[in-house]
Protein backbone atom coordinates (compact mmCIF):
# COMPACT_ATOMS: atom_id res chain seq x y z
CA UNK A 1 0.00 0.00 0.00
CA UNK A 2 2.35 2.43 0.93
CA UNK A 3 4.63 1.15 -1.64
CA UNK A 4 1.92 1.77 -4.40
CA UNK A 5 1.51 5.72 -3.19
CA UNK A 6 5.51 5.86 -3.43
CA UNK A 7 5.25 4.61 -6.75
CA UNK A 8 2.06 6.54 -7.82
CA UNK A 9 3.99 9.87 -6.33
CA UNK A 10 7.25 9.33 -8.26
CA UNK A 11 5.99 8.08 -11.87
CA UNK A 12 3.63 11.44 -11.91
CA UNK A 13 6.98 13.43 -10.81
CA UNK A 14 7.27 14.75 -14.29
CA UNK A 15 4.41 16.36 -14.20
CA UNK A 16 4.80 18.09 -10.53
CA UNK A 17 8.68 18.33 -9.73
CA UNK A 18 11.53 20.12 -11.46
CA UNK A 19 14.56 18.49 -13.34
CA UNK A 20 16.72 19.14 -10.70
CA UNK A 21 14.73 16.79 -8.45
CA UNK A 22 14.36 14.20 -10.92
CA UNK A 23 18.27 14.50 -11.68
CA UNK A 24 19.21 13.72 -8.29
CA UNK A 25 16.58 10.83 -8.14
CA UNK A 26 18.27 9.25 -10.92
CA UNK A 27 21.11 9.03 -9.16
CA UNK A 28 19.49 8.07 -6.10
CA UNK A 29 17.89 5.06 -8.16
CA UNK A 30 21.09 4.24 -9.61
CA UNK A 31 22.78 3.83 -6.53
CA UNK A 32 20.39 1.75 -4.84
CA UNK A 33 20.06 -0.09 -7.69
CA UNK A 34 24.31 -0.65 -7.82
CA UNK A 35 23.96 -1.75 -3.80
CA UNK A 36 20.96 -4.02 -4.22
CA UNK A 37 22.95 -5.72 -6.87
CA UNK A 38 26.43 -5.61 -5.01
CA UNK A 39 24.05 -7.23 -1.61
CA UNK A 40 23.27 -9.73 -4.07
CA UNK A 41 26.37 -10.99 -5.05
CA UNK A 42 27.89 -10.50 -1.49
CA UNK A 43 25.55 -10.32 1.09
CA UNK A 44 23.86 -13.66 -0.65
CA UNK A 45 26.17 -15.24 -2.97
CA UNK A 46 29.14 -14.81 -1.08
CA UNK A 47 30.88 -13.11 -3.70
CA UNK A 48 32.41 -10.27 -1.83
CA UNK A 49 33.68 -8.13 -5.03
CA UNK A 50 35.57 -5.15 -4.95
CA UNK A 51 35.57 -4.54 -8.63
CA UNK A 52 31.48 -4.23 -9.26
CA UNK A 53 32.91 -0.47 -11.23
CA UNK A 54 34.02 -2.61 -13.95
CA UNK A 55 30.97 -3.06 -14.81
CA UNK A 56 29.94 0.52 -14.11
CA UNK A 57 32.37 2.11 -16.54
CA UNK A 58 32.06 -1.12 -19.43
CA UNK A 59 27.79 -0.59 -19.06
CA UNK A 60 28.33 3.63 -20.01
CA UNK A 61 30.66 3.01 -22.57
CA UNK A 62 28.74 0.38 -24.29
CA UNK A 63 25.71 3.43 -24.10
CA UNK A 64 27.88 5.49 -26.05
CA UNK A 65 28.88 2.82 -28.35
CA UNK A 66 26.17 1.33 -29.13
CA UNK A 67 24.20 4.50 -29.68
CA UNK A 68 26.23 7.09 -31.13
CA UNK A 69 28.93 4.64 -32.84
CA UNK A 70 26.16 1.69 -34.30
CA UNK A 71 23.07 4.22 -34.28
CA UNK A 72 20.75 2.57 -31.76
CA UNK A 73 18.55 4.55 -30.14
CA UNK A 74 19.96 5.62 -26.78
CA UNK A 75 17.31 4.74 -24.36
CA UNK A 76 16.99 1.37 -25.68
CA UNK A 77 20.87 1.08 -25.52
CA UNK A 78 20.35 1.34 -21.73
CA UNK A 79 19.49 -2.71 -21.55
CA UNK A 80 21.34 -3.36 -24.15
CA UNK A 81 24.28 -2.19 -22.80
CA UNK A 82 23.51 -4.65 -19.92
CA UNK A 83 23.70 -7.49 -22.17
CA UNK A 84 27.30 -6.32 -23.31
CA UNK A 85 28.40 -6.49 -19.84
CA UNK A 86 26.80 -9.51 -19.32
CA UNK A 87 28.77 -11.79 -21.80
CA UNK A 88 32.13 -9.85 -20.59
CA UNK A 89 31.68 -11.21 -17.28
CA UNK A 90 31.69 -14.82 -18.37
CA UNK A 91 35.35 -14.65 -19.43
CA UNK A 92 36.08 -11.90 -16.40
CA UNK A 93 35.11 -14.68 -14.00
CA UNK A 94 36.84 -17.11 -15.61
CA UNK A 95 39.30 -15.57 -14.48
CA UNK A 96 38.41 -14.18 -10.80
CA UNK A 97 36.88 -17.33 -9.78
CA UNK A 98 40.49 -18.39 -8.70
CA UNK A 99 40.30 -17.20 -6.32
CA UNK A 100 38.54 -17.04 -3.21
CA UNK A 101 37.72 -14.65 -0.52
CA UNK A 102 40.40 -11.85 0.03
CA UNK A 103 42.14 -12.85 -3.24
CA UNK A 104 38.78 -12.84 -4.92
CA UNK A 105 38.25 -9.15 -3.67
CA UNK A 106 41.51 -8.05 -4.68
CA UNK A 107 41.42 -9.71 -8.19
CA UNK A 108 38.29 -8.15 -9.38
CA UNK A 109 39.40 -4.86 -8.39
CA UNK A 110 42.60 -5.41 -10.58
CA UNK A 111 40.31 -6.80 -13.72
CA UNK A 112 38.59 -3.59 -13.17
CA UNK A 113 41.52 -1.50 -13.82
CA UNK A 114 42.80 -3.45 -16.15
CA UNK A 115 39.18 -2.66 -18.01
CA UNK A 116 39.92 1.28 -17.02
CA UNK A 117 43.37 0.85 -18.73
CA UNK A 118 42.27 -0.79 -21.91
CA UNK A 119 39.58 1.75 -22.74
CA UNK A 120 42.58 4.49 -21.92
CA UNK A 121 44.45 3.39 -23.94
CA UNK A 122 42.22 3.04 -27.27
CA UNK A 123 41.85 6.06 -29.48
CA UNK A 124 38.04 5.07 -30.94
CA UNK A 125 36.90 5.86 -27.23
CA UNK A 126 38.77 8.81 -26.61
CA UNK A 127 41.87 7.64 -24.46
CA UNK A 128 41.87 8.96 -20.90
CA UNK A 129 39.49 12.11 -22.18
CA UNK A 130 37.06 9.91 -22.84
CA UNK A 131 33.71 11.23 -24.98
CA UNK A 132 30.13 12.50 -24.79
CA UNK A 133 27.16 11.07 -25.61
CA UNK A 134 25.99 12.43 -28.77
CA UNK A 135 23.00 10.59 -29.50
CA UNK A 136 20.82 12.79 -27.49
CA UNK A 137 21.52 15.99 -29.04
CA UNK A 138 18.55 15.91 -31.52
CA UNK A 139 16.38 15.37 -28.31
CA UNK A 140 15.02 18.51 -26.65
CA UNK A 141 16.53 18.75 -22.90
CA UNK A 142 12.81 17.93 -21.37
CA UNK A 143 11.72 15.18 -22.91
CA UNK A 144 15.47 13.73 -22.74
CA UNK A 145 15.14 13.99 -19.03
CA UNK A 146 11.74 13.00 -18.50
CA UNK A 147 12.39 9.81 -20.51
CA UNK A 148 15.76 9.65 -18.74
CA UNK A 149 14.11 9.70 -15.20
CA UNK A 150 11.24 6.99 -16.38
CA UNK A 151 13.88 4.76 -17.43
CA UNK A 152 15.38 4.98 -14.26
CA UNK A 153 12.15 4.23 -12.33
CA UNK A 154 11.60 1.19 -14.12
CA UNK A 155 15.30 -0.19 -13.68
CA UNK A 156 14.78 0.63 -10.24
CA UNK A 157 11.64 -1.53 -9.90
CA UNK A 158 12.32 -4.36 -12.07
CA UNK A 159 15.95 -4.62 -9.62
CA UNK A 160 14.19 -4.96 -6.82
CA UNK A 161 11.15 -7.21 -8.09
CA UNK A 162 14.05 -9.44 -9.54
CA UNK A 163 16.07 -9.69 -6.82
CA UNK A 164 13.10 -10.23 -4.77
CA UNK A 165 11.89 -13.19 -7.26
CA UNK A 166 15.50 -14.41 -7.37
CA UNK A 167 15.81 -14.76 -3.39
CA UNK A 168 11.77 -16.08 -3.36
CA UNK A 169 12.84 -18.64 -6.09
CA UNK A 170 14.37 -22.25 -5.18
CA UNK A 171 17.88 -21.23 -6.46
CA UNK A 172 17.77 -17.88 -4.01
CA UNK A 173 17.83 -20.93 -1.02
CA UNK A 174 20.52 -22.70 -2.90
CA UNK A 175 22.56 -19.15 -2.75
CA UNK A 176 21.90 -18.50 0.88
CA UNK A 177 23.21 -22.28 1.73
CA UNK A 178 26.16 -21.67 -0.19
CA UNK A 179 27.25 -18.57 1.49
CA UNK A 180 26.39 -20.55 4.32
CA UNK A 181 28.70 -23.60 3.40
CA UNK A 182 30.04 -24.61 0.04
CA UNK A 183 30.68 -27.97 1.03
CA UNK A 184 27.49 -28.11 2.21
CA UNK A 185 25.34 -27.33 0.26
CA UNK A 186 27.36 -29.23 -2.52
CA UNK A 187 26.30 -32.15 -0.63
CA UNK A 188 23.07 -31.31 -1.02
CA UNK A 189 22.64 -31.60 -4.76
CA UNK A 190 23.28 -27.71 -5.43
CA UNK A 191 25.29 -27.21 -8.44
CA UNK A 192 27.91 -24.43 -6.42
CA UNK A 193 29.86 -23.34 -9.47
CA UNK A 194 27.09 -22.46 -11.75
CA UNK A 195 24.96 -20.79 -9.19
CA UNK A 196 27.81 -18.63 -8.48
CA UNK A 197 28.54 -17.92 -11.91
CA UNK A 198 24.69 -17.46 -12.70
CA UNK A 199 24.91 -14.51 -9.75
CA UNK A 200 27.98 -13.27 -11.18
CA UNK A 201 26.77 -12.50 -14.68
CA UNK A 202 22.55 -11.50 -13.86
CA UNK A 203 24.48 -8.82 -11.50
CA UNK A 204 26.85 -8.15 -13.92
CA UNK A 205 23.71 -7.18 -16.43
CA UNK A 206 22.02 -5.33 -13.43
CA UNK A 207 25.10 -3.12 -12.76
CA UNK A 208 26.04 -2.42 -16.53
CA UNK A 209 22.10 -1.46 -16.84
CA UNK A 210 22.57 1.01 -13.93
CA UNK A 211 25.91 2.74 -15.33
CA UNK A 212 24.36 2.76 -18.62
CA UNK A 213 21.92 4.93 -16.76
CA UNK A 214 24.30 6.84 -15.17
CA UNK A 215 25.82 8.19 -17.72
CA UNK A 216 23.14 8.68 -19.85
CA UNK A 217 22.17 11.22 -16.94
CA UNK A 218 25.38 12.70 -17.21
CA UNK A 219 26.19 12.54 -21.01
CA UNK A 220 30.03 12.32 -20.62
CA UNK A 221 32.49 9.65 -19.51
CA UNK A 222 35.92 9.40 -18.76
CA UNK A 223 37.62 5.68 -17.80
CA UNK A 224 39.02 7.64 -14.31
CA UNK A 225 35.40 8.38 -13.15
CA UNK A 226 33.78 5.74 -14.98
CA UNK A 227 35.75 2.75 -13.09
CA UNK A 228 36.79 4.99 -10.23
CA UNK A 229 36.69 2.83 -7.15
CA UNK A 230 33.55 4.88 -5.70
CA UNK A 231 31.48 2.61 -7.72
CA UNK A 232 31.90 -0.20 -5.52
CA UNK A 233 32.49 1.80 -1.95
CA UNK A 234 29.10 3.90 -2.57
CA UNK A 235 27.03 0.47 -2.57
CA UNK A 236 29.22 -1.11 0.00
CA UNK A 237 28.39 1.58 2.32
CA UNK A 238 24.92 1.34 1.57
CA UNK A 239 24.60 -2.25 1.94
CA UNK A 240 26.63 -2.77 4.95
CA UNK A 241 24.95 0.26 6.82
CA UNK A 242 21.81 -0.57 6.12
CA UNK A 243 21.93 -4.30 6.48
CA UNK A 244 23.46 -6.95 4.48
CA UNK A 245 21.64 -9.89 3.56
CA UNK A 246 18.43 -7.86 3.41
CA UNK A 247 16.09 -6.38 -0.01
CA UNK A 248 15.35 -4.01 2.69
CA UNK A 249 18.82 -2.51 4.06
CA UNK A 250 19.96 -0.48 0.58
CA UNK A 251 16.58 1.46 1.07
CA UNK A 252 17.17 2.34 3.93
CA UNK A 253 21.08 2.46 3.42
CA UNK A 254 20.93 5.03 0.46
CA UNK A 255 18.83 7.38 2.01
CA UNK A 256 21.08 7.78 4.82
CA UNK A 257 23.50 7.75 2.13
CA UNK A 258 21.95 10.78 0.26
CA UNK A 259 21.53 12.72 3.69
CA UNK A 260 24.92 12.34 5.07
CA UNK A 261 26.38 13.35 1.24
CA UNK A 262 24.06 16.11 1.04
CA UNK A 263 24.32 17.68 4.35
CA UNK A 264 28.40 17.50 4.37
CA UNK A 265 28.35 18.53 0.60
CA UNK A 266 30.56 21.92 1.60
CA UNK A 267 33.26 19.55 3.68
CA UNK A 268 35.41 17.97 0.76
CA UNK A 269 35.95 14.58 1.69
CA UNK A 270 34.36 14.01 5.16
CA UNK A 271 31.56 12.52 4.03
CA UNK A 272 33.57 9.58 2.56
CA UNK A 273 35.14 9.00 6.05
CA UNK A 274 32.12 9.69 7.74
CA UNK A 275 30.30 6.96 5.79
CA UNK A 276 33.00 4.63 5.89
CA UNK A 277 33.66 4.88 9.59
CA UNK A 278 29.81 4.25 10.13
CA UNK A 279 30.22 0.65 7.90
CA UNK A 280 33.26 0.07 9.71
CA UNK A 281 31.50 0.43 13.15
CA UNK A 282 28.50 -1.22 11.39
CA UNK A 283 30.56 -4.37 10.72
CA UNK A 284 31.95 -4.42 14.36
CA UNK A 285 28.73 -3.82 16.74
CA UNK A 286 26.22 -4.63 14.67
CA UNK A 287 26.47 -6.40 11.41
CA UNK A 288 23.11 -6.34 10.30
CA UNK A 289 22.99 -3.15 9.86
CA UNK A 290 20.14 -0.32 10.45
CA UNK A 291 17.53 -2.71 9.24
CA UNK A 292 18.70 -5.28 11.29
CA UNK A 293 17.95 -2.69 14.44
CA UNK A 294 14.34 -2.24 13.29
CA UNK A 295 13.63 -6.18 12.57
CA UNK A 296 15.26 -6.85 16.13
CA UNK A 297 12.44 -4.80 17.70
CA UNK A 298 9.72 -4.91 15.14
CA UNK A 299 8.15 -7.81 13.29
CA UNK A 300 8.06 -6.01 9.64
CA UNK A 301 9.42 -6.97 6.58
CA UNK A 302 8.74 -5.70 3.60
CA UNK A 303 9.68 -7.68 1.37
CA UNK A 304 9.64 -11.49 3.33
CA UNK A 305 12.24 -13.23 1.86
CA UNK A 306 12.85 -15.88 4.57
CA UNK A 307 10.68 -19.12 4.82
CA UNK A 308 9.18 -19.26 8.20
CA UNK A 309 7.27 -22.59 10.32
CA UNK A 310 4.05 -21.90 11.13
CA UNK A 311 2.88 -24.22 13.49
CA UNK A 312 -1.03 -23.35 12.57
CA UNK A 313 -0.89 -24.46 9.00
CA UNK A 314 1.02 -27.29 9.76
CA UNK A 315 2.92 -26.43 6.49
CA UNK A 316 5.93 -23.74 5.22
CA UNK A 317 5.54 -20.20 4.62
CA UNK A 318 6.92 -20.37 1.01
CA UNK B 1 72.06 -2.13 -25.18
CA UNK B 2 68.77 0.29 -24.12
CA UNK B 3 66.79 -3.24 -23.46
CA UNK B 4 69.28 -4.64 -21.09
CA UNK B 5 69.43 -1.42 -19.54
CA UNK B 6 65.53 -1.22 -19.21
CA UNK B 7 65.11 -5.08 -17.58
CA UNK B 8 67.62 -4.20 -15.59
CA UNK B 9 65.35 -1.19 -13.89
CA UNK B 10 62.73 -3.28 -13.65
CA UNK B 11 64.47 -6.06 -12.08
CA UNK B 12 65.07 -3.27 -9.51
CA UNK B 13 61.79 -2.22 -9.67
CA UNK B 14 60.86 -5.59 -8.59
CA UNK B 15 62.22 -5.18 -4.95
CA UNK B 16 60.58 -2.35 -3.93
CA UNK B 17 57.01 -4.07 -5.54
CA UNK B 18 58.53 -7.34 -3.12
CA UNK B 19 58.61 -5.05 -0.13
CA UNK B 20 54.93 -4.22 -0.81
CA UNK B 21 53.95 -7.86 -0.97
CA UNK B 22 55.79 -9.34 1.87
CA UNK B 23 53.92 -7.59 4.26
CA UNK B 24 50.52 -8.68 2.31
CA UNK B 25 51.80 -12.15 1.90
CA UNK B 26 52.91 -12.28 5.89
CA UNK B 27 49.25 -11.29 6.98
CA UNK B 28 47.26 -13.87 4.44
CA UNK B 29 50.01 -16.35 5.26
CA UNK B 30 49.08 -16.61 9.37
CA UNK B 31 45.53 -15.37 9.81
CA UNK B 32 44.11 -15.93 6.27
CA UNK B 33 42.93 -12.57 5.53
CA UNK B 34 44.05 -9.95 2.70
CA UNK B 35 44.49 -6.27 4.20
CA UNK B 36 42.87 -4.30 1.39
CA UNK B 37 43.94 -1.18 3.41
CA UNK B 38 47.72 -2.31 2.51
CA UNK B 39 48.70 0.66 0.05
CA UNK B 40 46.75 2.78 1.43
CA UNK B 41 48.65 2.68 5.15
CA UNK B 42 51.77 2.62 2.99
CA UNK B 43 51.02 5.97 1.54
CA UNK B 44 50.19 6.68 5.09
CA UNK B 45 53.77 6.12 6.18
CA UNK B 46 55.17 8.22 3.31
CA UNK B 47 52.93 11.09 4.35
CA UNK B 48 54.45 10.38 7.94
CA UNK B 49 57.73 10.48 6.39
CA UNK B 50 56.88 13.71 4.54
CA UNK B 51 55.65 15.07 8.41
CA UNK B 52 58.84 14.18 9.80
CA UNK B 53 61.06 15.54 7.15
CA UNK B 54 59.29 19.05 7.56
CA UNK B 55 58.70 19.38 10.61
CA UNK B 56 61.82 17.70 12.72
CA UNK B 57 64.07 18.25 9.81
CA UNK B 58 65.11 14.82 9.53
CA UNK B 59 66.78 12.94 6.46
CA UNK B 60 64.48 10.84 4.49
CA UNK B 61 66.06 7.80 5.66
CA UNK B 62 66.41 9.05 9.44
CA UNK B 63 62.40 8.83 9.33
CA UNK B 64 62.65 5.45 9.08
CA UNK B 65 63.55 5.72 12.58
CA UNK B 66 60.55 6.93 13.36
CA UNK B 67 57.86 6.28 10.93
CA UNK B 68 58.62 2.45 11.41
CA UNK B 69 57.91 1.70 15.00
CA UNK B 70 54.52 4.07 14.37
CA UNK B 71 53.42 2.17 11.69
CA UNK B 72 54.43 -1.06 14.13
CA UNK B 73 52.10 0.43 16.60
CA UNK B 74 49.45 1.06 14.63
CA UNK B 75 49.15 -2.16 13.43
CA UNK B 76 49.74 -3.71 16.68
CA UNK B 77 46.39 -1.51 17.41
CA UNK B 78 44.58 -2.19 14.58
CA UNK B 79 44.34 -5.48 15.14
CA UNK B 80 44.13 -5.82 18.71
CA UNK B 81 41.10 -3.34 18.77
CA UNK B 82 39.52 -3.81 15.48
CA UNK B 83 40.20 -7.09 13.39
CA UNK B 84 40.58 -9.56 16.37
CA UNK B 85 37.09 -8.80 16.90
CA UNK B 86 36.11 -10.29 13.50
CA UNK B 87 37.70 -13.52 14.05
CA UNK B 88 35.77 -16.51 13.48
CA UNK B 89 32.77 -14.53 11.50
CA UNK B 90 33.67 -15.52 8.35
CA UNK B 91 35.34 -14.22 5.37
CA UNK B 92 33.10 -10.95 4.39
CA UNK B 93 33.90 -8.77 7.85
CA UNK B 94 37.35 -8.36 7.59
CA UNK B 95 37.47 -7.69 3.67
CA UNK B 96 34.81 -5.12 4.01
CA UNK B 97 36.48 -3.78 7.13
CA UNK B 98 39.73 -3.25 5.98
CA UNK B 99 38.16 -2.26 2.74
CA UNK B 100 36.29 0.95 4.68
CA UNK B 101 39.72 1.26 6.35
CA UNK B 102 41.15 1.76 2.94
CA UNK B 103 39.04 4.69 2.04
CA UNK B 104 39.34 6.60 5.36
CA UNK B 105 42.49 6.57 4.97
CA UNK B 106 42.80 7.91 1.59
CA UNK B 107 40.47 10.19 2.13
CA UNK B 108 41.82 11.66 5.57
CA UNK B 109 44.89 11.95 3.55
CA UNK B 110 43.38 14.16 1.07
CA UNK B 111 42.14 16.35 3.54
CA UNK B 112 45.09 16.55 5.80
CA UNK B 113 47.60 16.90 2.37
CA UNK B 114 45.48 18.10 0.38
CA UNK B 115 45.41 16.68 -4.01
CA UNK B 116 49.17 17.60 -4.50
CA UNK B 117 51.48 15.35 -5.09
CA UNK B 118 54.64 14.88 -2.96
CA UNK B 119 58.58 13.15 -2.94
CA UNK B 120 60.82 12.80 -0.15
CA UNK B 121 64.11 14.02 -0.74
CA UNK B 122 67.21 11.39 0.52
CA UNK B 123 69.55 13.93 -0.34
CA UNK B 124 71.21 13.38 -3.45
CA UNK B 125 71.23 9.43 -3.62
CA UNK B 126 68.39 9.32 -5.68
CA UNK B 127 70.11 10.24 -8.85
CA UNK B 128 73.49 8.92 -8.02
CA UNK B 129 74.43 5.59 -10.20
CA UNK B 130 77.14 3.23 -10.44
CA UNK B 131 78.19 2.18 -13.63
CA UNK B 132 78.60 -1.68 -15.07
CA UNK B 133 80.36 -0.60 -18.28
CA UNK B 134 79.15 0.37 -21.80
CA UNK B 135 76.43 2.54 -21.43
CA UNK B 136 74.92 0.65 -18.93
CA UNK B 137 74.46 2.32 -15.09
CA UNK B 138 72.15 1.31 -12.30
CA UNK B 139 71.41 3.64 -9.66
CA UNK B 140 72.45 3.57 -6.19
CA UNK B 141 68.89 3.97 -4.94
CA UNK B 142 67.11 1.04 -6.53
CA UNK B 143 70.00 -1.24 -5.69
CA UNK B 144 69.72 0.05 -2.07
CA UNK B 145 65.88 -0.69 -2.08
CA UNK B 146 66.52 -4.08 -3.96
CA UNK B 147 69.28 -4.98 -0.92
CA UNK B 148 66.99 -3.70 1.62
CA UNK B 149 63.97 -6.32 0.63
CA UNK B 150 66.40 -9.04 0.14
CA UNK B 151 67.70 -8.31 3.89
CA UNK B 152 64.36 -8.26 4.78
CA UNK B 153 62.96 -11.30 3.39
CA UNK B 154 66.10 -12.96 4.57
CA UNK B 155 65.49 -11.86 7.83
CA UNK B 156 61.47 -13.07 7.79
CA UNK B 157 63.19 -16.37 6.31
CA UNK B 158 64.96 -16.69 9.71
CA UNK B 159 62.09 -15.60 11.77
CA UNK B 160 59.67 -18.11 10.07
CA UNK B 161 62.03 -20.96 10.25
CA UNK B 162 63.73 -20.60 13.32
CA UNK B 163 62.53 -18.35 16.19
CA UNK B 164 59.42 -19.79 18.49
CA UNK B 165 57.29 -16.62 16.93
CA UNK B 166 58.21 -18.00 14.08
CA UNK B 167 56.79 -21.43 14.72
CA UNK B 168 53.81 -19.93 16.05
CA UNK B 169 53.01 -17.86 13.22
CA UNK B 170 53.11 -21.29 11.41
CA UNK B 171 51.64 -23.24 13.85
CA UNK B 172 47.99 -21.17 13.66
CA UNK B 173 48.95 -20.51 9.99
CA UNK B 174 48.35 -24.48 9.36
CA UNK B 175 45.47 -24.76 12.18
CA UNK B 176 44.43 -22.08 13.98
CA UNK B 177 42.00 -24.20 16.53
CA UNK B 178 45.00 -26.99 17.98
CA UNK B 179 47.69 -23.88 18.11
CA UNK B 180 45.13 -22.39 20.75
CA UNK B 181 44.82 -25.84 22.26
CA UNK B 182 48.83 -25.57 22.41
CA UNK B 183 48.97 -22.74 24.50
CA UNK B 184 49.45 -20.01 21.54
CA UNK B 185 47.61 -17.01 22.31
CA UNK B 186 46.38 -16.12 18.62
CA UNK B 187 45.01 -12.48 19.32
CA UNK B 188 48.28 -11.20 20.73
CA UNK B 189 50.35 -13.57 17.36
CA UNK B 190 47.77 -11.68 15.19
CA UNK B 191 48.68 -8.52 16.76
CA UNK B 192 52.25 -8.78 16.19
CA UNK B 193 52.20 -10.32 12.58
CA UNK B 194 50.15 -7.05 11.99
CA UNK B 195 52.86 -5.07 13.23
CA UNK B 196 55.59 -6.74 11.55
CA UNK B 197 53.53 -6.48 8.52
CA UNK B 198 52.98 -3.09 8.51
CA UNK B 199 56.17 -2.31 9.51
CA UNK B 200 57.62 -3.69 6.32
CA UNK B 201 54.60 -1.64 4.84
CA UNK B 202 56.83 1.75 6.12
CA UNK B 203 59.67 0.82 5.17
CA UNK B 204 57.95 -0.06 1.55
CA UNK B 205 55.95 3.28 1.10
CA UNK B 206 58.92 5.47 2.38
CA UNK B 207 61.21 3.79 -0.25
CA UNK B 208 58.53 4.45 -3.08
CA UNK B 209 57.72 8.04 -1.93
CA UNK B 210 61.84 8.48 -2.67
CA UNK B 211 62.01 6.86 -5.84
CA UNK B 212 58.68 8.65 -7.29
CA UNK B 213 56.11 11.25 -6.86
CA UNK B 214 52.43 10.15 -4.85
CA UNK B 215 49.28 11.57 -3.81
CA UNK B 216 46.83 10.73 -1.78
CA UNK B 217 45.01 8.24 -4.29
CA UNK B 218 48.22 6.04 -4.89
CA UNK B 219 47.63 3.32 -2.06
CA UNK B 220 45.48 1.02 -4.10
CA UNK B 221 47.64 0.80 -7.04
CA UNK B 222 49.83 -0.38 -4.56
CA UNK B 223 47.64 -2.87 -3.34
CA UNK B 224 46.94 -4.39 -6.34
CA UNK B 225 50.74 -4.77 -7.41
CA UNK B 226 51.29 -6.05 -4.15
CA UNK B 227 49.12 -8.60 -4.33
CA UNK B 228 50.12 -9.63 -8.99
CA UNK B 229 53.18 -10.15 -6.91
CA UNK B 230 52.05 -12.42 -4.49
CA UNK B 231 50.35 -14.34 -7.19
CA UNK B 232 52.74 -14.08 -9.87
CA UNK B 233 55.56 -15.69 -7.39
CA UNK B 234 53.12 -18.47 -5.74
CA UNK B 235 51.19 -18.08 -2.60
CA UNK B 236 53.48 -19.03 0.67
CA UNK B 237 56.60 -18.62 -0.74
CA UNK B 238 58.89 -15.63 0.65
CA UNK B 239 61.32 -15.77 -2.30
CA UNK B 240 58.31 -16.12 -4.76
CA UNK B 241 57.13 -13.03 -3.79
CA UNK B 242 60.43 -11.37 -4.94
CA UNK B 243 60.62 -13.14 -7.78
CA UNK B 244 57.23 -11.91 -8.60
CA UNK B 245 57.90 -8.22 -7.95
CA UNK B 246 61.05 -8.29 -10.69
CA UNK B 247 58.61 -10.03 -13.35
CA UNK B 248 55.78 -7.53 -12.33
CA UNK B 249 58.63 -4.55 -12.44
CA UNK B 250 60.08 -5.96 -15.81
CA UNK B 251 57.01 -6.47 -17.71
CA UNK B 252 55.99 -2.81 -16.63
CA UNK B 253 59.09 -0.79 -17.38
CA UNK B 254 59.73 -3.26 -20.70
CA UNK B 255 55.49 -2.06 -21.47
CA UNK B 256 55.97 1.56 -20.54
CA UNK B 257 59.00 1.72 -22.96
CA UNK B 258 57.25 0.29 -26.04
CA UNK B 259 54.81 2.80 -25.48
CA UNK B 260 53.96 5.43 -22.57
CA UNK B 261 50.37 4.67 -21.58
CA UNK B 262 50.77 0.85 -21.49
CA UNK B 263 53.42 0.00 -18.62
CA UNK B 264 51.37 -0.62 -15.55
CA UNK B 265 48.62 -2.41 -18.13
CA UNK B 266 51.58 -4.50 -19.01
CA UNK B 267 52.31 -5.56 -15.97
CA UNK B 268 48.31 -6.27 -15.04
CA UNK B 269 48.62 -8.63 -18.64
CA UNK B 270 51.73 -10.38 -17.72
CA UNK B 271 50.04 -10.92 -14.23
CA UNK B 272 46.83 -12.80 -16.21
CA UNK B 273 49.01 -14.56 -18.19
CA UNK B 274 50.60 -16.36 -15.13
CA UNK B 275 47.76 -16.62 -13.71
CA UNK B 276 46.17 -18.41 -16.75
CA UNK B 277 49.36 -21.01 -17.60
CA UNK B 278 50.39 -21.40 -14.24
CA UNK B 279 47.71 -20.75 -11.77
CA UNK B 280 50.05 -21.99 -8.80
CA UNK B 281 52.24 -19.32 -9.33
CA UNK B 282 56.14 -19.47 -10.45
CA UNK B 283 57.37 -20.82 -6.95
CA UNK B 284 54.04 -22.22 -5.03
CA UNK B 285 55.18 -23.64 -1.99
CA UNK B 286 51.57 -26.14 -1.53
CA UNK B 287 48.68 -26.82 -2.96
CA UNK B 288 46.77 -23.20 -3.89
CA UNK B 289 44.89 -22.48 -1.08
CA UNK B 290 43.32 -18.62 -1.81
Known amino acids: MVAALALAAAISLPAWGD ?40 GGYALIVLADDFGANPFL ?7 VTAALALPTAAIVFRFRGGYFAVGTWAIAEVYRLLIANTAALGRG ?49 IRDSEPGSETLGIDVFRTKLAVYVAVAFGTGVTGALVYLNLLRISPDAAF ?78 QRRVRLDGGGADP | ?165 GRAFRATSDDQETAELMGIDNRRLYGLAMALSLAIVAVAGVFLGIRTTFTFASGPDRLLFAFEAVIIGGLGSLWGTLVGG ?3 GIAQTVGARVSPGWGILTGHLVFLAVLLLRPQGLFAKARRVA
Open chain 2, 1 to 165: MPWVDTVLQGLLLGGLYALFATGLSLIFGVMRIVNLAHGDLSILAAFLAVVAVETLGLGAFAALVLVVPLMAALGYGLQMLVLNRLLGRGILPPILVTFGLSIIVQNTLLEIFSADSRRLDPGGIETASVSLGGQLAVGWFPLITLAVAVAILAGLQLLIGRLSL
Open chain 1, 129 to 177: SGRTLKAVFPLTRESREVTTYLLALAVGVAALVGVYLVLRSRHGLGLMA
Open chain 1, 77 to 83: AVPLAGL
Open chain 1, 228 to 305: SINWTAYPIFIAVIGGLGTLEGPLVGAALFFLVREGLSDHGAWYMILLGSLAVGVMLVYPHGLWGLVTSRWDVRLFPV
Open chain 2, 246 to 248: AVL
Open chain 1, 19 to 58: ASTMRILVEFIALLVLAQMWNLLAGYAGLVSIGQQAYVGL
